[in-house]
Every structure is written in structure tokens, then in C-alpha cells.
């Protein structure tokens, strides 16, 4: 039986599976709450399933795949 494998996502395709920004991802990596890896370039990857778990954790399941966008409970500053 043939495995499948786990999409690798960028952070923007990461940011937006888990309906947050890409400074969150970021700040979540950093924190130890999302896996994640350096390219030799530098740049980040995630897993599609610990972006899921990560989603999850947060609570934001019903926001996967949806652009991040600021609620609108939001304080607006000027």
C-alpha cells in the first residue's frame, strides 16, 4: 500500500490554511507551538497536518483555507 505524503506549505499557503497572518506562523515557531523547518535559503516550511493541529489549537478549525482578515471587534486606531 502506497503512503501518502504530507504537503509541504510555505508560510503565506501556511498563514492562509490557518486562517492567521504570517507573523503569527512566524511567532508561533518561535514559541514552540507549530513545527516547522529552514529551507538552505532560509525560508520556513510547515507540514499541512501540523498547520491543521496548530488551527486546532487555536480554535480557528472553522477558519481553515480562509484569508486572514482582522475581526471586526477589533479596536481601530488613529
Do not use: N
Not at 529551507?39 to 499541512?48: A, C, E, I, W
Not at 493541529?53 to 477589533?74: H, K, N
Amino acid at each position: 500500500m502506497a503512503q501518502t505524503e504530507d504537503p509541504i506549505l510555505t508560510t503565506g499557503e501556511a498563514a492562509a490554511l490557518c486562517g492567521v497572518s504570517r507573523s503569527t506562523l512566524r511567532r508561533a515557531v518561535a514559541q514552540g507551538h507549530l513545527q516547522a523547518w529552514h529551507t538552505p535559503g532560509k525560508h520556513l516550511r510547515f507540514t499541512r497536518s501540523a498547520c491543521l493541529e496548530f488551527a486546532r489549537s487555536l480554535g480557528r478549525i472553522d477558519l481553515v483555507g480562509q484569508a486572514y482578515a482582522p475581526s471586526a471587534q477589533e479596536p481601530v486606531t488613529r
